[in-house]
């Protein structure tokens, strides 16, 4: 699969070529403060308002004067490597639409991208939202071409949707490239598209940050939250930039920018109140992928489960079962993966696999990392023991 470069592979001029050094830490361990629920961040969403803040003066600033910029060349003649960031942007941008939604009196803009020949785009279910409730959804590519859109699925939990482009005419589509999320890793080069602010195919480059970051999120609306095993990133990612490509220095998807820590450490962004200071979720490609096509094939997301309520809260130690269940129904569901492994009301699950769990929301977001059917180590405490068994995740169907 495609990953991010290896310092000695690229020429000196290059400036994706990373410094070699140790790869950062593994997410982990005590979280700092602020902003955070037991070890999980509570991010904000980043679709924006249209037409506002940055968007708005950058548009329509004026104070009488002219400036005239002479060019020292022609752009085209420079003849920009393919891998630096001008080659990957120009060959990224016309793949890449800005996403205006209205609806229930609100209107709202964020990114999507090319996900098919078929006329497929992927973008956030925040994005669409208002849309995807009788409203109106728009996609401008580069060019300034202007579609309608229509729904296909979307899944609040992953805070994945997928859109269909109505009359397309002759236009060819060029897809994305998808890479394996898998084989990011720490210190990758990145290259975000979006439209912050309305600022449509604005481009902002940084590197992987972290990985497997939990992150909780909601669209302020009352709405259940989305979860995220996250890719981190210091690429700039403002209101608008939600549902943009996150690429690696190949050009290739690796997430999809979702959601951002603005400064102070609050949530519930609206219309550009806050923006970045570099820390920037996205959605693992996988995962997003994986989604996507459910998506496209049924029109409803298929979560994988283990069949057991857990605690949203707590002290960072674990995801602790709760003593009852959603809507007065069992804590752990008879007949159900949890209860098959032997698992019962005050376990603490501590470790998923390799992934050490702090939190309920975090293991939420790992075990959606996963698919049904998959086998994974579940390792708990129960009366100070531990133990580890193994687990065939379930399934459950759609949102509701």
């Known amino acids: 699969g495609a990953g991010g470069p290896g310092a000695g592979g690229m020429p000196p001029h290059d400036p994706w070529a990373m410094p070699s050094g140790p790869p950062g830490p593994e997410p982990g361990g005590r979280k700092r403060r602020g902003g955070l629920l037991a070890g999980v961040l509570v991010a904000a969403l980043v679709a924006g308002g249209i037409g506002g803040g ?10 009488g004067g002219a400036t005239t910029i002479n060019s020292s060349g022609d752009p085209e003649k420079l003849n920009r490597s393919p891998k630096s960031v001008a080659g990957i942007a ?79 005419g002759g236009r060819k589509l060029d897809p994305l490239p998808i890479a394996d999320s ?62 943009g490509p996150l690429l690696n220095a190949q050009g290739a998807v690796i997430g999809v ?17 806050s923006g970045s200071v570099g820390l920037g979720f996205a959605i693992p490609s996988n995962q997003a992928k994986r989604v996507a096509k459910q998506l496209i094939k049924t029109g409803r997301p298929v979560y994988p489960v283990i069949g057991a309520t857990v605690q949203l809260g707590g002290n960072g130690k674990g995801a602790t079962i709760s003593d009852t269940g959603e809507g007065g129904a069992d804590p752990v569901t008879p007949g159900g993966p949890a209860d098959k492994a032997g698992l019962e009301p005050g376990d603490v699950i501590t470790k998923l696999d390799d992934t050490l769990i702090d939190s309920g929301p975090t293991l939420i977001g790992t075990i959606w990392t996963h698919q049904p059917g998959e086998q994974v180590k579940l390792t708990y405490e129960r009366n100070g023991k531990e133990k580890t068994v193994e687990l065939t995740l379930g399934s459950r169907k759609g949102d509701d």
């Open 257 to 273: 920018n979702s959601a951002i820590q603005p400064g102070g450490g609050g949530g519930g962004m609206e219309g550009g109140q």
């Open 182 to 243: 898998n084989n990011v890793a720490v210190g990758d080069a990145t290259i975000a598209i979006g439209a912050p602010f309305g600022l449509s195919g604005t481009v902002t480059t940084g590197i992987v940050s972290a990985k497997n970051r939990p992150v909780a999120s909601s669209d302020g609306q009352g709405s259940k939250a989305s979860y995220m095993s996250a890719l981190q990133t210091d690429a700039s990612i403002n209101p608008g930039n939600s549902g």
């Open 54 to 63: 940055i968007g708005f003066w950058a548009a329509d600033r004026s104070d």
């Open 90 to 168: 120009s060959k990224a941008l016309p793949s890449v639409v800005t996403i205006r939604s209205s609806g229930g009196g609100e209107e709202g803009t964020g990114t999507g991208f090319v996900f098919d020949k078929e006329g497929h785009l992927l973008t956030n279910n925040h994005v669409v939202a208002n849309g995807a409730r009788g409203g109106k959804l728009t996609a401008t590519f580069s060019d300034g071409k202007k579609y309608d859109a229509q729904v296909v699925g979307k899944a609040q939990g992953y805070d994945i949707a997928v859109l269909k482009l109505s009359g397309l």
